[in-house]
């Protein structure tokens, strides 16, 4: 391989910020998307008599009465006129941010979203420029400052540090400024909401955001994802979303997985426990976590505040069989160095206590 690649390699391997595929042994879950515990309940009926593949694109071979129907399901149930799935949120999001701005047009973003929105953003001829992670006031500053079409981009759970954004503020912003709204809904889907709709539904807002996008890969704990909003944005994308139109769909089965996981009458049980061990978590660590700015996150965030206290928590934890994600600078500020929880569905209070045990 060419020496450039390799020092950088080994670049990583000098700063410890190598990455490398390792088997995950964890005996106590703080540390996957899998809110709701559908991944590990076994609960997605077998789909029998299916193709197992899709055969081709949507556009070609692949489109089927399953991926049909789950579209208006899924249109629905998100209250909206369209959907559109995708195979992924990440080619989810590099299809919207890369296809819907044109040029000229600007993407004001939140500094904290998702790498698959600021890849989407890089693939787009539009110009693109960043607010203060949920800073109205920078927001509507860079708003004023802007004209022509603008489209403003947050996520409604930011899943590095688990804040939930002020989604009532930004609507009436971008409504008073005519700006087009995005929200990623990736880990706010089946959490919140009834029967799992998300922040956006719950604030009874669908009607003002111009585009989300929707995730099956985290509550859900399957895969998958949707962009749902107006008739006029899917035909767009259908047309000239390039993730969407070159790649092999999902096959048929997990469109009907889909639709029964969304429909799951255990959702709303789930969303209880997951409650139940998010308030149990905030009672007995309030002293070490941050306080987030939703109650009810299912990510919730230990302060280390030294690079070399989150390295040694991270290690004992990893020790006694629990998996977390340590966050350092750049993604954090330095000094503000901590460890990412992800509460579950599922978790107990002796594995929160002993988690508690570890810390301290
Ligand atoms: C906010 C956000 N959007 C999109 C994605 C991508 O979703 P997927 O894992 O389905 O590709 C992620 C994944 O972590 C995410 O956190």
């Known amino acids: 391989m060419d020496a450039k690649l390799l020092d950088k390699l080994s670049k990583r391997k000098k700063e410890g910020t190598f990455r490398s595929l390792t088997l995950v042994d964890s005996t106590i879950d703080f540390f996957s998307n899998d809110y709701l515990g ?26 089927s009465s399953e991926a049909d129907n789950c579209e208006r399901f899924l249109a629905n149930h998100f209250n909206v006129e369209s959907s559109l799935v995708f195979n992924s949120g990440y080619s989810a999001n590099l299809s919207l941010l890369s296809t819907i701005p044109q040029r000229g047009d600007t993407i004001l973003y939140d500094e904290l979203v998702h790498a698959s929105i ?99 890969g985290k509550a859900y704990g399957f895969h998958g994802a949707a962009i ?67 109650l009810r996150s299912p990510i919730q965030i230990i302060e280390t505040n030294t690079i070399k206290s989150t390295i040694e928590l991270a290690e004992r934890l990893k020790k006694n069989g629990i998996f977390t994600k340590p966050i350092f600078s750049p993604t954090v500020t330095q000094g503000k160095e901590c460890i990412r929880v992800c509460l579950h569905s599922f978790n107990t209070k002796v594995e929160i206590d002993f988690l508690k045990e570890l810390i301290n």
């Not at 309940?41 to 789909?47: A, G, L, W």
């Open 38 to 63: 559908f991944a590990r309940d076994n609960v997605i009926e077998k789909f029998e008599g299916y193709l197992s593949g899709a055969t081709g694109s949507r556009l070609l071979s692949g489109n």
């Open 118 to 216: 600021r890849d989407g953003i890089r693939l787009s001829f539009a110009n693109s420029v960043s607010f203060k992670h949920n800073d109205l006031t920078d927001l509507n500053t860079k708003l004023n400052a802007l004209d022509g079409v603008i489209y403003v981009v947050v996520e409604s759970l930011y899943s590095m540090n688990g804040d939930v954004s002020p989604l009532k503020e930004i609507v009436e912003i971008c409504t008073d400024n005519a700006a087009f709204l995005i929200v990623d809904e990736a880990h706010s889907v089946g959490v919140f909401g009834k029967k799992g709709v998300g922040l956006i539904q719950e604030l009874n807002l669908e009607s003002l955001v111009f585009a989300r996008v929707i995730t099956f």
């Open 228 to 294: 749902v909003g107006s008739k006029d944005l899917v035909e767009f994308l259908v047309n000239f979303a390039r993730p969407f139109i070159y790649t092999t769909a999902l096959p048929p089965q997990d469109y009907k997985t889909i639709n029964y996981l969304l429909n799951s009458s255990l959702i709303a049980t789930k969303q209880e426990s997951l409650l139940k061990t998010i308030t149990y978590f905030r009672k007995e660590l309030t002293d070490v976590s941050r306080y987030p700015s939703d």
